[in-house]
């Protein structure tokens, strides 16, 4: 008798879950951002919210959660319930802070579910308009003479220009002296400026200046030119082979996450990815969006893990820490 009750009620509980995981979503979804509102990722989120609260059928609401380079939005979504309405969608920060912070209140291959893969953006290599070098060939070359007399703006550490900056520091073997802003508005502004000399920033915060002749354009650090800045080569065409680095972006949900949830946001995705807006709105960012095949639970599992070893012995040799 005791075992029967036992497996009806295993059984209850696994038909009730199942249930719930069917008429999921019944109310408004939560996706934090774990960065200011109007940057990039913020940017790409609310695109992304927007198309896949059409799909299924209530609102995803983007909540901004910034502070210690993406660890705190990603430690609230790490503790929230595991009921499929507080989801995370962070760029490549889910796994450099993995090493760039010897102590997290998280642990990324642990303590999240993963959604999907949603987009990468391309970096530029970028100067303030008045430095007199032409090509990417010739800033390498400037920068080896200058060492440490070269000033290299970046939005703090852990961010996006801060990571180019260390494997451009590492593909030269040159250390030069890096100025970190409390983001990217600010560092930008004292480029455009002069008073600092290089930055590598993404397209989505360098595009529109190359073009007015704000700041200078170099190269991208992705395998082919761009649409939208064509006349830049990219980085291996420059003679720095196998330099490549790109801001992905994922979603992320507590671990424990019910699998049928995880698999219809994941659809949900892959759908708001083909959405003719999102599209048309990350090309005007200089991105596409994520493959069908990228937008899924395993292709973003192995991106973390991939990334986490590719930047470890850069950030190591850096010696480069965040606390």
């Known amino acids: 008798m005791k075992k029967t009750l036992v497996l009806a009620t295993a059984l209850a509980l696994g038909t009730s879950s199942l249930a719930y995981a069917q008429s999921y979503p019944t109310k ?14 913020d940017t790409v989120t609310r695109l992304v919210a927007r198309a896949m609260s059409e799909e299924l059928g209530q609102q995803i609401v983007v909540e901004n959660v910034g502070g210690a380079g993406g660890t705190l939005g990603a430690a609230r979504v790490a503790q929230a319930e595991n009921d499929g309405y507080t989801l995370l969608l962070h760029h490549i920060g889910m796994a450099t802070t993995a090493v760039l912070y010897r102590e997290l209140p998280y642990n990324a291959l642990e303590d999240f579910e993963y959604v999907g893969l949603v987009t990468e953006v391309p970096m530029v290599f970028v100067s303030r308009p008045d430095l007199e070098l032409e090509t990417m060939e010739d800033l390498v070359e400037w920068a080896k003479e200058e060492g440490e007399g070269a000033l290299y703006a970046n939005a703090g550490i852990g961010a996006a220009s801060h990571l180019c900056g260390l494997m451009f520091m ?6 030069l002296t890096t100025i970190p802003y409390q983001g990217t508005g600010p560092a930008l502004t004292d480029l455009m400026g002069g008073q600092v000399d290089v930055m590598c920033d ?6 529109q200046q190359i073009r007015d002749g704000s700041i200078k354009g170099f190269a991208v650090t992705v395998p082919e030119r761009l ?13 720095l082979d196998g330099f490549e680095v790109s801001i992905w972006h994922g979603i992320y949900a507590p671990a424990g996450t019910d699998s049928e949830i995880i ?4 659809e949900a995705l892959q759908t708001a990815l083909e959405d003719e807006t999102v599209i048309e709105r990350f ?9 069908q095949e990228d937008a ?19 950030i190591e040799e850096a010696g480069v820490y965040a606390n």
Do not use: H
């Not at 408004?28 to 990722?41: H, Q, R």
């Not at 590492?170 to 250390?175: G, L």
């Not at 698999?263 to 994941?266: G, H, R």
């Open 263 to 266: 698999s219809k946001l994941s």
């Open 296 to 314: 899924t639970a395993e292709a973003l599992r192995a991106k973390v893990e991939s990334e986490i070893d590719v930047w470890r012995p850069i």
């Open 202 to 207: 993404q397209t989505t915060n360098t595009t």
């Open 28 to 41: 408004p979804i939560t996706m934090i951002v774990p960065f200011s509102a109007g940057g990039p990722t």
């Open 170 to 175: 590492n593909a030269i073997d040159t250390q």
């Open 227 to 239: 649409d939208n800045l064509p006349d830049l080569p990219t980085m291996a065409e420059s003679g």
């Open 283 to 291: 090309a005007d960012l200089g991105t596409v969006p994520s493959p």
